[in-house]
């Protein structure tokens, strides 16, 4: 059974930083793409960020560009989200996605297993 299981968000002051994770088990790993994409109230899921297999590979959204930084640990089946210089914004459910083959995308329909979503709340 595959799981993705992400770390608790929390409430963060704007220009604070929080490092999100999301652990997977039942697949393997390291053959994946995994994104980390955000739904904020009232708005449609986005696409934040997404990596490639090896962990060279990386893409982000315009908005989070230059304050997110995504990485993965293979040896530990984890992909990590480090988001500095919140903003009120940033606020929203976040959660990460695996895809086997294609190569990272920022499309929402391109990941087969998602993760349930990590509440970030940014205050201002």
């Given at each position: ?7 608790r968000g929390g409430l963060v002051q704007a ?25 904020a109230p009232g708005k449609e899921r986005e ?78």
């Open positions: 059974q595959v799981q993705l299981v992400e770390s220009g604070g930083s929080l490092r999100l994770s999301c652990v997977a088990s039942g697949l393997a790993f390291s053959m994946y793409y995994m994104g980390w994409f955000r739904q696409f934040v960020a997404a990596i490639g297999r090896s962990g060279v590979s990386k893409d982000y959204a315009d908005s989070v560009k230059g304050r997110f930084t995504i990485s993965r640990d293979n040896a530990k089946n984890t992909v990590y989200l480090q988001m500095n210089s919140l903003k009120p914004e940033d606020t929203a459910v976040y959660s990460c996605a695996a895809r086997l083959s294609g190569g990272p995308t920022r499309l929402l329909s391109g990941y087969s297993q998602w993760g349930q979503g990590t509440q970030v709340t940014v205050s201002s």
